[in-house]
Each structure stands twice: as C-alpha cells, then as structure tokens.
C-alpha cells in the first residue's frame, strides 16, 4: 500500500521505516528540514537500536522517502499523525497544537476512501473531533485511532511485532471498511499471531493513557514499599520477588530505584488527570497524584542518601553520575530522573561528573552547567563517590575490584538495584541501595 506518515520524531521515523519494511511504499513528511535531509541519509535524529540499519535496509528498496513537502501526502491510501503531544506549558494537559496542525495540513490532499489513522497519544474525545474535520473534508474518508505502545530501546521490534494492535473506527464495529485496510497494512504482524481488538473511538485512545497510568502505578507501588523497607529494615527486592511470584500481580515493572522519567509516562499520567478533570471525572484519578508525588520523591530521596554516604555533606564532594538518559538503549533525557538528580547534587554544593554512552550532547542542552565526561576511565577518575542511575549494561558490569584504584573513595550508590551488594561490599565498597537494608 501507499502509506504516508506525518511527524519524523521517534514516534514516526521508527513507524515509517518499519512500515516501509513490511513492503509498503512510504513516504515521511515533517516540517524540520534538518531532521528530513538527516532520515533521507539514514541518520536518525536520536538514538535508537537497529533504526539507522533498518534505514538503509529499506531506502535502498526504494520504498521510503523523506520531505517536508505536505503534498507529497497525495496518492496516499493511509496517512498516519505521528506528531507529538507534549504537557502544555504550566499545566498538566496535553498540547494538542501540533496533532491540529498536521491534521489541518493534510486535509486538502485528502482523496476518497482514504484512511486517517492518529498514533499520537491525545487526550479522550480528540479522535471525535478530529474525524469531523476528516469527513467534513472527504466524505468517504474515515478516521481511526491506533495507539502505539513502543518501548524506547526496543522501539523497532515493537513495531514490527507489536503485542497488540488496536482500532478505535467510530461505530466499534468489525464491519467499519478502515478495519479492512488496516489489517491489509499491518497482514505481516497478524499473521505473525500479533492480536487485534477494534474498538470505538474513546477507548482506543484510553488505552494508552490507562497502560501508562497501570504501569506508573505498580513503579510507584514498589517505590513506596522502598520507603517502608528503608524504616523496617526489610528488602524491597526479595519483597518484590516474593510478591511478584503471584500470578495476578506479576514480577514485571516491580523494580524499586530512582522512579520513572522519559517523555512519554511523566506527561501522559498528567494529562490523563487533566482531562479527567475536564469531563468532571477527575475523583476517579486522585490516585494519580499520589503516583506523580511518590515518583518525585525518589530522586530527593537519592540526594538525602548521598549526603548520608559522604558524611551529612555534599560540600565539594566529587559525584560521578553514572547515566544521562531515562533508560538505557536511549538518548532520551526528557525529564530524566538521573539528570534531575545530578543537577540537584550540584545545586547543593556538590562537584558533579555525567557520563553516558549515547544522551551526553542532549543532557548537555537540558543542563549546560553540569560537567559531561564520555570516557567512562576518566569520568569515575578521583570520585568520592559513584551514583548508578540509569542501568546501562557497561555500568552494570563494572568490575568493583578493578576499579578500586581508580576513585578517591570506595563508595557508591545503586540507584537502580542492578548490582551484586555482596560483591561490591566483598571488595572494600560501602554500597546502598533503593529500599535494600
């Protein structure tokens, strides 16, 4: 099929190389010249494994093409908004600026049959209004809402073998004709056993909003009980262990640390009770609140614990912050716990180094005034003290014993309870964890 996809970001760079993949003829249209001649080189604009192979794979099939040319939407069966929904400025709510302003560009080269499909995670009640506009324009188009559900660092194999697909056509029925084309574009996935389930409009894009607000939750749950643990003495890991062993709560996601960041959790869980708010639903999601408090907790909860490590000061303490990104396989510091955390060490006095295999130049933009160090030998060189934030597989494999002659003090704090205690404490190292006595 001939497939459009508005929005490059990650979202959309990802959706249209592997549409392109599945043998569509793809065309990507975004409004940031540099990001378009970069994907037109098979330069992705960020981090991703396996995207800029997937790139070249396809582009030289010749099946996906890049511009920042609108019209280049005409001819196209399937047009797919993948352009982001950032927190609004000030508020919790989602920005639906750009969504509205990709929807309304396309429009005029909408033709007959056509089907819009919205990947963007958007407030309850957009898909509505947005189809209006689609029909309003083309009678015989139809608007649907498929949400994505990507993992960043897993983002490809995600696309191409997703665990669901959903669509939200405006009647929920089987029988709506955008069901058709959609299982025609995605017939590599379903005969791979991938499920579908298609819905009305509303609960396609609740979906992800609930997947988010569940996932946040049951991290936030496992966070609070490190606090317990912390004043009891207990072990937040064995208790995850223990308590994940049930088969209705599950180990998945029961990980105590530092707490949960990126751009997609943060903002969505906000903008989930923000437009609760708006539809007089808001009680329903008070618990949210508590969520987002628990989550920010952790990283003032990470400060108070360094500065109980290096003796109740951080006065020209030496800090390597091991971790820029969110997580690991990412460049992505958008409200990254352990950038928050590096910042506020040094705020308090604290001689901070980040070091990070693939978010430096992005953590660099976000935080200009912290100190960037990519070589890993030089970056823990002369340390008071190590702070293991986001679990990259070099710093989880750090030896203890080799790098004892390294750092000034043997001292380091596991932020995402990755490491062997009993090792690093067999090695001379005063070692903390997240919830761990």
Request: proline share 4%.
């Amino acid at each position: 099929m001939r497939i459009s996809v508005i929005g490059c970001g990650y979202l959309g760079a990802v959706h249209a190389a592997c549409m392109a993949k599945l043998g569509h003829e793809v065309v990507g249209i975004d409004v940031d010249e540099h990001k378009i001649n970069g994907l037109a080189n098979s330069t992705a604009p960020f981090y991703e494994p396996g995207l800029e192979q997937l790139l070249r794979d396809v582009q030289d099939t010749g099946r996906l093409s890049f511009t920042t040319d609108m019209s280049a939407a005409a001819g196209s069966d399937v047009h797919f908004i993948c352009v982001g929904t950032p927190q609004k400025k000030g508020e919790n709510g989602a920005d639906m600026t750009y969504v509205d302003a990709a929807t309304l560009a396309l429009l005029p080269h909408i033709a007959p049959g056509n089907i819009v499909v919205g990947k963007s995670t958007v407030p309850v009640g957009s898909a509505s209004r947005l189809a209006g506009l689609v029909q309003a324009q083309e009678a015989t188009a139809h608007l649907v809402w498929n949400p994505e559900f990507l993992r960043e660092g897993h983002a490809v194999s995600d696309t191409l073998s997703p665990d669901r697909l959903v669509y939200g056509v405006a009647d929920g029925s089987e029988d709506h004709p955008a069901v058709a084309v959609l299982d025609e574009v995605y017939a590599g996935s379903l005969a791979g056993g991938t499920p579908r389930l298609v819905t009305d409009h509303p609960t396609a894009e609740l979906v992800k909003a609930a997947a988010n607000s569940f996932l946040a939750t049951k991290i936030s749950f496992i966070n609070a009980m490190a606090e317990v643990c912390e004043a009891t003495g207990a072990d937040v890991t064995r208790l995850a262990d223990a308590i994940g062993m049930d088969d209705r709560i599950g180990r998945q996601f029961l990980h105590a640390g530092i707490g949960f960041g990126g751009g997609c959790l943060p903002k969505d869980i906000r903008a989930f009770m923000a437009r609760a708010g708006e539809l007089g639903a808001d009680q329903a999601l008070t618990f949210l609140r508590e969520v987002d408090a628990i989550n920010m907790r952790r990283r003032s909860r990470v400060v108070e614990l360094t500065r109980e490590i290096c003796g109740g000061t951080l006065l020209g303490t030496r800090i390597t912050v091991l971790g820029a990104a969110f997580k690991p396989e990412s460049d992505d510091v958008r409200d990254s716990p352990a950038l928050s955390i590096a910042a506020q060490l040094q705020l308090q006095g604290a001689v901070v180094t980040v070091t990070d295999p693939k978010a430096l130049a992005n953590a660099s933009k976000r935080f200009p005034e912290l100190h960037y160090e990519a070589d890993l030998d030089k970056a823990i060189g002369q340390a008071d003290i190590l702070l293991l934030l986001t679990e990259w597989q070099e710093y989880r494999s750090l030896d203890p014993y080799e790098i004892c002659s390294r750092v000034s003090s043997l001292r380091i704090l596991d932020g995402r309870n990755v490491l062997d205690a009993a090792k690093w404490r067999a090695a001379g190292w005063t070692y903390r964890g997240m919830g761990r006595p």
